[in-house]
Structures are given as C-alpha cells and as structure tokens.
C-alpha cells in the first residue's frame, strides 16, 4: 500500500469490478483512452491481470481510493517494464466524480516516486491521446516534460489520433522529488506495493 496526499494506493481485489466498470463504461472517463465496455464481465480478465501482475511483476496496477472515505476513485499503473532499459509506461484514469480534488496528482506522484525509488527505474513515460488536456496539465504538474508526438498511432472511436509521449527520468528535478533514494530494482513478486 502506498499513501500521498488524500489518495491511498492499494492492490486490486475481486470486489473492485464495480469501480473498475464505472469507470470504463463511462464514456466521458474513456474518451481518450478505449471504447467503452458495456457490461462488467467483459473486465474480469483485466482485474485478474490487476490482481496478479503484482506477483508475477509484469504490470503494477493500483486501486486509488479516497483517504477518509476509502472510496474507489479510479487506478494508476505501472507497466510495460524494460529490464534492460530500466524504464516503464504508466496509465491512470478516475472516476468523474472523484476529479478536481487532486487525488491523481498524489496516486501519481506516489506511483512514480516507487518506480525510481524502489524500483529503481530510470525512466517514466506516458502517452496521451492529443486533445486530453486533464492528463496534461496532470503530467505537467507532476513534473513530466513533453518530448514529442507520434503521428496516428492510436485508432481511438474510429478515428486515428496522434498520441503525446511524456517522460520522466529518475535524474530529473521534479516535486514530489524524495530525498530518500534506495539502490533500487525492477519488481518482483515479493514485491508490497
Ligand atoms: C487524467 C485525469 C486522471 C486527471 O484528473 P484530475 O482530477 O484533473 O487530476 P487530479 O486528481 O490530480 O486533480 C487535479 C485538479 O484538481 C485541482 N485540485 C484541487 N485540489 C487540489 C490539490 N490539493 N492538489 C492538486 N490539485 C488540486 C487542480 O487544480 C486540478 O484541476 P485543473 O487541472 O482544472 O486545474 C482525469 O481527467 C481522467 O481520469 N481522465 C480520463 C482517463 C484518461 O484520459 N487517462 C489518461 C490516459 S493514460
């Protein structure tokens, strides 16, 4: 479990397929990221690959919820490890009512200070659909730069769309910046995040 801010980041359960079907079957929550689902079995394989990627280390995903009410607000990731890079992607989304409060900017800030500090990462990317200006001026504030953009790389709703790369280093000045800094490594099954 991690902790930043008003947001707690915990593992995945079964009983979070509610959450996680509020959220992709919003239309709103999806626009720039997949169709969305219209029933909540068609999410079960993903939460099982929620709940599991942390003990074969393959993808790190978190449930955010709300300090004080313990609510499900949404998730933030990990994923698509480089061993030998010594980088990863990371994705996150929230419920709509749970936006505007600043939870995504402590699940993200806590999710990346694991990724350099405990695990020992170099580098931390994300890609965004052009015109989702929410996630921008969330990657923004967390303290990713943007490095540049590929050209209709995703089909989003039928259309192509550019997608924006963001990225940050471990060596990067940035302000959820730690002072404590482990000697680091990739996941691992043992791993209590
Ligand atoms: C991307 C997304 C998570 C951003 O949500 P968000 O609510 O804007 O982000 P935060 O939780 O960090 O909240 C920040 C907002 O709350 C405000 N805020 C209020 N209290 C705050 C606090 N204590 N700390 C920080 N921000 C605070 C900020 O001003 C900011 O609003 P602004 O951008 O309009 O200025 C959300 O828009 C979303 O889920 N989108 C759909 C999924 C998606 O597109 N994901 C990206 C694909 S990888």
């Known amino acids: 479990m991690l902790k930043a801010g008003n947001a707690i980041l915990r593992r995945f359960t079964p009983e979070d397929l509610d959450g996680l079907f ?12 997949t169709d969305p689902v219209d029933r909540p079995e068609a999410l079960e394989g993903v939460l099982e690959e929620f709940i599991h990627g942390h003990e074969s ?11 004080g009410t313990g609510l499900y607000a949404g998730s933030v990731s990990l994923q698509e490890f480089s061993f030998h890079d010594g980088s990863a992607e990371t994705a996150f989304e929230l419920l709509t009512e749970h936006r505007g409060k600043g939870l995504m ?14 695990l020992g990462l170099h580098r931390i990317e994300a890609r965004v659909a052009e015109g989702n200006r ?8 967390v303290g990713f730069r943007l490095e540049g953009t590929l050209r209709d790389a995703l089909l989003l709703h039928g259309a192509h769309r550019n997608v924006n790369v963001f990225g940050l280093l471990s060596s ?9 800094r482990g000697p680091g490594r990739m996941p691992s099954p043992s791993d209590p995040g």
């Open 134 to 141: 929410r996630a921008e001026r969330l990657l923004y504030r």
């Open 22 to 33: 509020r959220c992709f079957s919003d239309p709103d929550a999806t626009e720039f990221i």
């Open 57 to 67: 280390g393959t993808a790190l995903n978190w449930a955010v919820v709300e300090k």
């Open 105 to 118: 900017t402590s699940a993200l800030s806590a999710a990346v200070e694991y990724g350099f500090d405990a």
């Open 172 to 180: 990067d000045a940035f302000p959820g910046r730690s002072r404590r």
